[in-house]
């Protein structure tokens, strides 16, 4: 009788070892595209991206099989760094350069508004005129009558605000306005001094107000002061503001 043979010992299966998966860093990809922001735009996503940029880098160091994105990283850190850079840079630029003109519109809105308050304090003036015959001794009357405001005799660049007002005010006698044109007759002007120097505000017999420059104010001033005196024979009288 034959015997069957033996069957020899089954060898174990071989054990499988799974392959970890590298996870796409978030934080990599969203630093570099803050970073290229950065770039175009100059704003805060510079700090943003710099910030996600080095965390994430570090996480794929700590866990290089885990994390992937390295890459992306690095170009998040590199783009944020230099549109930080670009913002440091221009930032400075644009306020040395906006600053001027900045300063220039304060000066012009302020000119304006010295402008106007002359033109109604001639409107003050004429009003008066009519009603009494004369101008008035001093600008301060105009208010005391309710022909103008106080502060409509307000130089803009003084800030301040007083009855006696900010402007010089020529003193007319009578007759003094059919001896010569009315047009560059001045009445009332601004303190040179102010608006950075750069001239005044006039105010002319006719109604009319200019902004003179300096030195051509001074000459039309000393021009006009001189061919008064000549024409009425009487000096005129300059009350100064306050």
């Not at 009855?163 to 007319?172: C, E, M, P, S, T």
């Amino acid at each position: 009788m034959s015997q069957t043979p033996p069957v020899p010992p089954m060898s174990p299966p071989p054990m499988s070892y799974a392959i970890p998966v590298q996870q796409r860093s978030g934080m990599a990809i969203a630093s570099m595209v803050l970073g290229i922001l950065s770039l175009v735009l100059c704003q805060v996503f510079g700090i943003v991206g710099l910030i996600l940029g080095i965390v994430a880098l570090g996480r794929t160091r700590r866990h290089p099989h885990q994390y992937g994105g390295r890459g992306y990283a690095i170009a998040g850190i590199a783009t944020s760094s230099v549109g930080l850079l670009m913002m440091i840079l221009i930032v400075p630029m644009m306020i040395a350069i906006l600053l001027p003109s900045l300063s220039r519109a304060r000066e012009l809105a302020k000119r304006a508004v010295t402008t106007s308050n002359l033109r109604g304090v001639g409107l003050g003036l004429m009003q008066y005129s009519q009603d009494h015959s004369v101008f008035p001794p001093t600008l301060s009357l105009l208010v005391d009558g309710g022909y103008i405001t106080a502060d409509t005799l307000q130089n803009a660049s003084q800030g301040d605000y007083s009855d006696a007002g900010d402007f010089f005010y020529v003193a007319y006698v009578p007759g003094a306005d059919r001896v010569a044109d009315p047009s560059t007759w001045i009445v009332a002007y601004g303190d040179p001094n102010d608006h950075n120097g750069e001239g005044a505000a006039v105010l002319y017999f006719d109604g009319h107000v200019n902004f003179v420059r300096q030195p051509q104010f001074d000459q039309d001033l000393q021009r006009f002061l001189s061919a008064y005196e000549q024409r009425t024979g009487v000096r005129p009288t300059v009350v100064p503001p306050r």
